[in-house]
């Protein structure tokens, strides 16, 4: 009975030898955390495995800063009470909370100027406040004209520089920064023009009865389309002349404060965008561009610091006003940096940078790099390394994620 017994435990063990993993790791105990991968030639097939050699090339150099998100001038609207009066509840709907997006024309406050009591004989205390009232709403009426009339001039006068600036660069000899500044310029106009005409719009509303000194209702409208920032008042409250009302905010485009110490401003190309993100993620796909701009002039003097200005599109809202964010600032030097293509690296959990270096056919040794930063081409994302391979060593670009999870346990 034991011969049998004996054949079948020889077949079972020949048949577990038979078989073999498709991977093997090997640790190095000389060198911690540095592993080799061994796969079949059939694993490699199957993970479709590609690899490309590490090279020196002359890439654009960068400057990572801390930046600050500002709200431009011209981007914040004030809405004053135009006369004394009262406010209540725009028509049919409630008084919209802070944080509300608005549309231009969209009733905040309803109000109900005060220019008479509500009697039919006033006492003469209450037709002085009448008269002044009236002398309030007139002297208004040619301010808010005025002011319209002054915002057109601007308005034009920022057009007609625009158009010269546009004029310069296409006959070489302007500069983009020119009609960066000029194009400024017109906005910050249009936006103080804007706010202009929608108070002298409010203020010919306001309709007097010669009889009993009466205004009508009317509506207090947000004047651009934009984020309700303050509300400085409520329903049923009294205001006089000048009172602001509410802040109406718009997000579209903000610009970006960054500091750099004034003996560092030469290095810096002043003319080239600039890469925006949160802190850690200016130099992946969700960083923004950013523009220079030419802003007033400002600067720190104990930290030794100037600022420049950048100016980004935030029309899905992903920066707030007074967020910090992480800025990468092209440099006029160019010097020959070893890169490799940005698909090749990995990071752990702990924020290590590493690669697989292709050995042979099938060996694969994970090695530990150093990423400065990372330079963005039509033909491929390369990253920038400091430390950790020479010169033609072949590194796994398609498959690398793969090999890592073969020599955590995760892969198949």
Known sequence: MLVPLAGCTKSASSKTADKKSPAKIEAHPDEDGISLVTLTPKAVERLGITSEAARIETVERRRTLGGEVLIPDGNIVTVSAPVSGTLGLPADMEIPPPGTRLYAGQ???????LLSPERDVPTPAERVQMADARASLVSAQIIA????????????????????????????????RDVDDATATLTIAQRKL????????????LTLDAEQGELRLIQLTSPQDGILQ???????????????????????QVWVRVPIYAGQVEDVDLTADATVGRPGAEQTQDALQAAPIAAPPSADPTAATIDLYYRLDNSEGRLRPG????????????????????????????????????????????????VAYSVSRDDGDLAVLTEGLEEGTEVVVDGAAELFGTEFGAGK
Do not use: C
Not at 238 to 244: D, Y
């Open 194 to 205: 804007e706010a202009a005409q929608a108070r002298k719009e409010t203020l010919d509303k």
């Open 145 to 176: 004209d005025g002011d319209v009339r002054q915002s057109n001039a601007e308005v034009e006068a920022a057009q007609i520089a625009l158009d010269r600036a546009e004029q310069l660069l296409a006959d070489k000899v302007g500069s983009e």
């Open 107 to 113: 009733p905040v406050f309803s109000f109900v100027p």
């Open 323 to 370: 967020e910090r964010v992480s800025v990468s600032l092209a440099l006029n030097e160019q010097r020959e940096n070893l890169v490799v293509p940005w698909a090749a690296i990995l990071s752990d959990i702990h924020g290590v940078d590493w690669v697989y270096e292709q050995t042979d056919s099938t060996v694969f040794r994970r090695r530990r790099v150093m």
């Open 230 to 252: 303050r509300l400085n008042a409520t329903r049923g409250q009294m205001v006089t002349t000048g009172t602001p009302l509410f802040e109406v905010v718009n997000l579209d």
